[in-house]
């Protein structure tokens, strides 16, 4: 089963988007902060991460590159 990863300070649109994915037949994990979903990256190790970029002053870009 493909791994998906959100990684969102909207809560709600977060919530949203996973149970769609979920139905889909994906395994969704989420994360509301940036430190989190690092972790949840390195121990989850997602086949797609959907990230939001501005998130925390716009810190998601630092995670895009790691």
Known sequence: MSSILIIDDDVALMTRLGIQLEQA???VKT?????????????????????????????GWYLLTR
């Open 25 to 27: 037949g994906y395994q």
């Open 31 to 59: 994360s509301s902060t940036l430190a989190h979903g690092e972790e949840l990256v390195i121990l989850f190790q997602p086949y797609l991460v959907i990230l939001e970029l501005q998130g925390e002053q716009g810190k």
